[in-house]
């Protein structure tokens, strides 16, 4: 498929278009003030970490606080923490999570709406090999990293992940250090960022750490009367292999696709992201640096286990001693005074439906469309309609081919209107909406028609959203998930620390994850450099 990738203004034209902006947009945004100015640069952070925890919930901190004793507790007992932070999109899924975080925008306006059409790109394949090619070419717009960059040339950035995503979207389009981890065990980028990989991380991947845990286990990290979870519960990870220890392959090559699901994966992230800082010398620049960090393993534990698990109460303990060691290694070399934490997720996590409506009898615990669809394809196929195109559904959205439609002179119109009422009979779904109606439903009250409204940029071809009741399932889906537009998959915690931020806080009004890029720019004194979705949350900052 070809496409025309846009070639990235010159640095010297974005800072202009942003001085300009800083001119001509006042009230562009109502979170915009007099004194959002640029801050003389000794008032400015040296470093900005950005933390993404793959599915975390608040409601780990709330569960497990009690036995944090790292990073972790260091970020809460110091910063402020939002319990009731929101991805207010629909599509809960990793892609537009991570693509929310650093933009201040929705799926809507980044352009990445799922993770099937997020950053694979066949045309950018990865430097050495590994994996499926992957670029940002989808994404729109900007980042907090091209606000700094139009502020201050100097700043760099770094991005780090296990997960391509995870590690490419919070920077958008900007050609920086963004890597992330293979199948055959190393860390590397794709074409669109460079043709090879920096000496520091070529020395990294060849202490081959990953290669060493083959066969290793993961044990619980504390005293077993400390969890108050059963170990043993079958709908756990398809029924095998549900109780600890887990044991990685012997095999090598197996155990280096196995070592996501293990908590040390994170550790292995974190370390590379250290060997960066240091090679870099990132935050010991005259600019404000970018350190993006996404840690993967939370979510893989949390689909295999569950988010009610006994694996899911260790990987945060091993999360929170991990991040406790990372933060004090970077505080030794950095000034800890002039760095800026933020930490959010890129969506929730629905607990197994066999847990959530356990002894409820009759309960729906998985919706099933297909035979709906199934029977209006058949229909439309009976009246030459070309079914290979003209109804496609994933994740709740309905993708139709209007063209299909009007060369077989069939009224799709007529046709969604009977779909939707064949639809909202299926046991399970909580409402389906034509999408040209969404506009018109009760935003204000209901999240749901508001989250859809969110996710879908207008040049997506989605007619019609069906959207499941909480808790329940799709069909076929055996693990524990997420991407629903539901309260707890796009529930998140929202964490401000550093200077300039409120000390020890908890607030628990809602807010959105898209207000975070506008905060952390109002905080380093840059402006955004396009109209965000987001605004500045005022009570992250001390009264
Ligand atoms: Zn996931």
Redesign the pocket.
């Known amino acids: 498929m070809s496409r025309f990738v846009p070639r990235l203004p010159s640095r010297r034209s974005v800072a202009g278009a942003a001085a300009l902006l800083i001119v001509a947009t006042t009230g562009v945004g109502a979170q915009r003030t007099r004194t959002a100015g640029v801050l003389p640069a000794g008032a400015r952070p040296s470093l900005v970490v950005f933390l993404t925890i ?2 975390m919930i608040p409601d780990y901190f709330a569960r497990y606080g009690a036995q944090f004793t790292g990073g972790l507790r260091r970020l809460q007992r110091g910063g402020v923490l939002y319990t009731n932070g929101y991805h207010d999109h629909a599509t809960t ?2 892609a537009p999570g991570h693509a929310a975080t650093m933009s201040g925008r929705f799926p809507m306006h980044t352009g990445i709406v799922r993770n099937n059409a997020g950053v694979n790109d066949k045309d950018h394949p990865l430097v050495g090999g590994g994996g499926a090619g992957a670029s940002p070419y989808r994404f729109q717009g900007t980042t907090l990293t091209d606000w700094l960059i139009a502020a201050d040339p100097r700043t760099r950035a770094l991005s780090i992940s296990r997960k391509d995503r995870g590690a490419i979207l919070p920077i958008g389009r900007s050609r920086q250090s963004v890597f992330w981890f293979t199948n055959d065990g190393r860390f590397t980028t794709s074409s669109w960022y460079a043709d090879t990989l920096p000496t520091w991380l070529t020395v990294f991947n060849a202490r081959r750490l990953p290669h060493q845990m083959t066969g290793s286990a993961w044990t619980l990290l504390r005293d077993p009367a400390l969890y108050s979870e059963a170990d043993s519960v079958p709908v756990e990870s398809g029924g095998r292999n549900v109780m600890f220890p887990h044991v990685l392959p012997s095999d090598t090559a197996q155990a280096l696709r196995a070592i996501g699901d293990d908590p040390r994966m994170d550790w292995l992230t974190l370390q590379a992201a250290m060997a960066g800082v240091h090679a870099m010398q990132l935050g010991a620049g005259p600019a404000t640096d970018v350190l993006a960090i996404s840690l993967s393993t939370t ?1 893989a534990v ?2 295999r286990y569950g988010p009610d698990s006994r694996e899911i109460h260790d990987q945060m303990l091993r999360l929170d001693r991990y991040l406790g060691v990372f933060l004090d290694s970077l505080f030794r070399i950095r000034d800890s005074s002039k760095i800026v934490i933020a930490l959010t997720a890129d ?1 929730g ?1 629905q607990p197994f439906p066999e847990l959530h409506f356990a002894g409820q009898r009759n309960a729906v615990l998985r919706v099933n469309v297909e035979p709906v669809l199934a029977e209006a394809r058949r229909a439309l196929a009976a009246r030459g309609v070309d079914t290979a195109t003209a109804l496609d559904f994933e994740f709740g959205m309905l993708f139709a081919d209007s063209m299909a439609f009007r060369r077989a002179k069939v009224s799709m119109d007529s046709v969604l209107k009977s779909l939707a009422a064949s639809l909202r009979a299926v046991p399970g779904v909580a409402r389906v909406d034509q999408r040209r109606d969404l506009a018109a439903a009760d935003t204000v009250r209901n999240a749901v028609p508001r989250r859809w409204i969110h996710a879908l940029p207008a040049s997506l071809n989605v007619v019609m959203l069906v959207s499941p009741k909480p808790y329940v399932y799709w069909n076929g889906v055996t693990y524990a ?2 991407g629903s537009p539901n309260d707890a998959d796009a529930r998140v915690p929202i964490l401000f620390h550093g200077p300039g931020f409120a000390r020890g806080v908890t607030v628990a009004r809602s807010v959105r994850v898209v207000d975070m890029a506008p905060t952390l720019a109002r905080r380093i004194g840059v402006l955004p450099s396009e109209r965000l979705d987001g605004v500045v949350l005022r009570d992250a900052f001390p009264r």
Do not use: F, P, R
Request: glycine share 10%; no cysteine; proline share 0%.
């Open positions: 793959d599915q899924e990793t979510d949390g689909h969506h996590v998930t997420h």
